[in-house]
């Protein structure tokens, strides 16, 4: 009995045209219609998956967090983790990930590091993703809520972001440097970001207004016998 070929993804198809371009040229297309001449795909099939060469763009570097993440969270062990640790094996997974792309990552970043528009549809894009690995419960995430944002998320994306940048600069033996780095910047990330303290200052901050017009009072009338 035949089975039928698993057909690709028609999304991936382009991000592999994507790379394929960068990697044959050496820098990104400018415009949308050099990538198409590169390839047999019409402008309105490209339409039909991305609305522009930047969505594309900001697709691909979300693709290896995606992965990661995936990877992570089918490891059952991955669960017992701390949070710290989570974050550690993450790292470590997205560098092997862009390890197989390096030339064409460093390629990539070398020419849209410095596009604002790009850092910041990345970002909106990657925040939007629901990363098992970087789900941030808690009280400093609900003050953000009504703008949609998570603190902690945000801040955890912008260090993988720093490591993938610091890996692909490092030329130490084996790539030394970046795992001293990951180590090491992981490390001061989760003191920087832990919020037991401030919890624990807004719950006395609110149970001291809750109490103000008794115990907390300031003022208090003297009685003169």
Known sequence: MSRKKKEKDPRIELIDLYKNYVNKYGEPPHVLKNLLHHS????????????????????????????????????????????????LAFLYVLIDQIQDDEVFMDTLLR??????????????????????????????????????????????????????????????????????????STDLLFKLTDTSTLTSLIDLGKFMFSRKSTAFRWERKIKIK
């Open 40 to 87: 047999e795909i019409t402008f309105n099939e490209f339409k039909s998956h991305y609305s522009s060469l930047l969505e594309l763009e900001c697709a691909i570097v979300t693709w290896y967090f995606k992965r990661a993440d995936n990877l992570i969270s089918a490891d059952k062990e991955a669960a017992s983790l701390s949070k710290k640790d989570m974050h």
């Open 111 to 184: 020419f849209k590091r410095k596009d604002p528009e790009f850092l910041k549809q990345l970002m909106k894009t990657i925040n939007a993703q629901p990363l098992k690995v970087m789900n941030s419960e808690g009280r400093i995430s609900e003050l953000f809520e009504k703008i949609n944002i998570n603190p902690k998320k945000t801040a955890l994306i912008n260090h993988s972001f720093s490591v993938a940048y610091f890996f692909l600069k490092d030329r130490s033996n084996d790539k030394q440097d970046t795992d001293a780095f990951i180590e090491k």
